[in-house]
């Protein structure tokens, strides 16, 4: 069992950066795939990043290429989404996974709280 806290989600302006950050219970590096996904209010939920379960690929939703960037801090068994240019499109709940996949919300099977990142205009 993987347990994912997320943090770092808050109010900016848009043009702004964010940092979020998930922690996760026991070691994820080599074992799971790491992802970042968020729903907006009447939404799916989407996947905005992930990075491979082994070795350093990484991936992005087309909408955030060039803007967001997914790592991992080994040390603290945790992976980060630095986010910037935000616009308002980007206003969602931000959740961590853990899984054996990489895109799709079925491919994680252990999801952590979620965050609010709100981008005014």
């Known amino acids: 069992q993987v347990q994912l806290v997320e943090s770092g989600g808050g109010l900016v302006q848009a043009g702004g950066s964010l940092r979020l950050s998930c922690a996760a219970s026991?070691?994820?590096?080599?074992?799971?795939?790491m992802g970042w996904f968020r729903q907006a209010p009447g939404k799916e939920r989407e996947f905005v990043a992930a990075r491979v379960w082994s070795g350093d690929g990484t991936y992005y939703a087309d909408s955030v290429k060039g803007r967001f960037t997914i790592s991992r801090d080994i040390a603290k068994n945790a992976v980060n989404l630095q986010m910037n240019s935000l616009t308002p499109e980007d206003t969602a709940v931000y959740y961590c996974a853990a899984g054996k996949g990489l895109l799709r919300v079925s491919d994680y099977n252990y999801w952590g709280q979620g965050t609010q990142v709100t981008v005014s205009s």
């Open positions: 026991t070691r994820t590096f080599g074992r799971y795939a």
